[in-house]
């Protein structure tokens, strides 16, 4: 690990750094629907069956739930482009269990979602990582069929999140990571977009918020996505790393004490369910693209697999907000949402870069497609929302 000097100890410390655009943001007005909006919502699950030290019996029960329960709640909504929620399983390569991924992978072809890399690792080096990555992504590809193609070249690709929020070594201790130049190993073998921020309450949570950018890597220095170029404001700098932020701003209608405004950051889990009221906040970040002024991208973040969690993600909560959307779609002609992957946001960050003029379902598939061509028919079950 590179010895840190002192604007580097700064970045990593977070001191400073994003309270005061989170304060900007937080006093906008909020978002309204007098004309067409759309809204992009992404769920990334830090999958993690074992998580807690469970055991191999309770993760297979864990994974057995959410291939069960999923369509059987879920099949029935559908969004504005008729397609059923969509989650995304970022599954930890340190915990690899083919068993577990290939579970995954039939509910991912079924269309309810993706897989995509997850990663913990601690003083790493960057050689043993780019071997790691290079590896799991071949294992993924080759023995589940997961991952998608870049439509240009055919390279697989992936997606990114960074085990206790570490991106780029940016925790003040240097824990759990320990690579300076992460973001260029990502890049270099293949990763279209990091999804790990934001990261509050955690102290590797970046200054820059509410955003898809691009950072550029400077292997003398952590935490090298602190900054960066808004997708859209400008051509992407050479040898840069897309990332994509979920919302994170002050509730003011939520306060500690009933004085101090509590965090939204985007997280879903057995304490903080989905509900209507945390899509306005969501919306009010302005997570955009600038020559798309009405596509509102929401990306989400969970820990989906243990039992405290899924009590929300495959019960009554999760199910009461894909409800909830469907009524306010059929109330508000100019509301308009779509369930998406990881995959198929980083299109819609694309495709809007490219001042696209087509529909949201057409540019699903506008630079990377799903490389699984067995996709069967998503079957109805329960509840519609038609």
Not at 61 to 67: F, G, L
Not at 94 to 118: K, N, P, S
Not at 323 to 329: G, K, P
């Amino acid at each position: 690990m590179n010895p840190l000097n002192s604007h580097d100890s700064k970045k990593r410390s977070g001191i400073g750094g994003w309270w005061a655009p989170c304060l900007r943001q937080s006093l906008r007005s909020a978002v309204r629907s007098d004309k067409p909006i759309h809204v992009l919502i992404c769920i990334v699950d830090h999958y993690e069956p074992g998580l807690g030290g469970a055991s191999n019996e309770q993760a297979d029960e864990r994974v057995r739930n959410w291939v069960e329960k999923y369509p059987k709640l879920f099949s029935g909504f559908r969004d504005s482009d008729g397609q059923p929620p969509r989650h995304t399983f970022f599954y930890p390569l340190e915990m690899y269990r083919e068993q577990e991924v290939t579970q995954v992978a039939q509910l991912c072809r079924a269309g309810f979602g993706e897989i995509e890399v997850h990663l913990h690792h601690d003083n790493d080096t960057s050689e043993n990582l780019r071997r790691a990555l290079l590896e799991y992504k071949q294992r993924l590809h080759e023995k589940h069929g997961v991952l998608a193609r870049r439509k240009s070249t055919g390279e697989i690709q992936y997606a990114f999140i960074h085990g206790n929020w570490a991106l780029d070594n940016s925790r003040p201790d240097g824990k759990w990571c320990g690579v300076n130049n992460e973001l260029d190993i990502l890049r270099e073998t293949g990763c279209y977009a990091d999804f790990t921020l934001p990261s509050f309450p955690s102290p590797t949570q970046t200054r820059k918020i509410n955003s898809i950018y691009y950072a550029t890597d400077d292997p003398n220095s952590a935490k090298s996505h602190d900054s960066g170029i808004d997708v859209g404001s400008a051509q992407p700098p050479e040898n840069s790393l897309m990332l994509i932020q979920g919302p994170l701003l002050m509730n003011w209608k939520s306060r500690k004490w009933g004085l101090i405004p509590r965090i939204e950051n985007a997280c879903i889990q057995g304490n903080q369910p989905p509900t209507m009221n945390r899509l306005k906040l969501w919306l009010n970040a302005r997570v955009q693209i600038p020559t798309k002024p009405d596509w509102f991208f929401v990306k989400l973040h969970t820990h989906g697999a243990p039992e405290s969690n899924q009590t929300v993600l495959l019960g009554e909560p999760m199910t009461q907000f894909h409800q909830a959307l469907a009524n306010r779609a059929k109330q508000d002609p100019n509301f308009n949402y779509h369930y998406v992957t990881a995959r198929e946001m980083y299109n819609l960050a694309k495709a809007a870069e490219a001042n696209w003029n087509k529909s949201v379902n057409q540019a699903r598939d506008f630079d990377l497609i799903c490389d699984n061509s067995t996709m069967e028919p998503v079957s109805s079950h329960n509840k519609s929302s038609n």
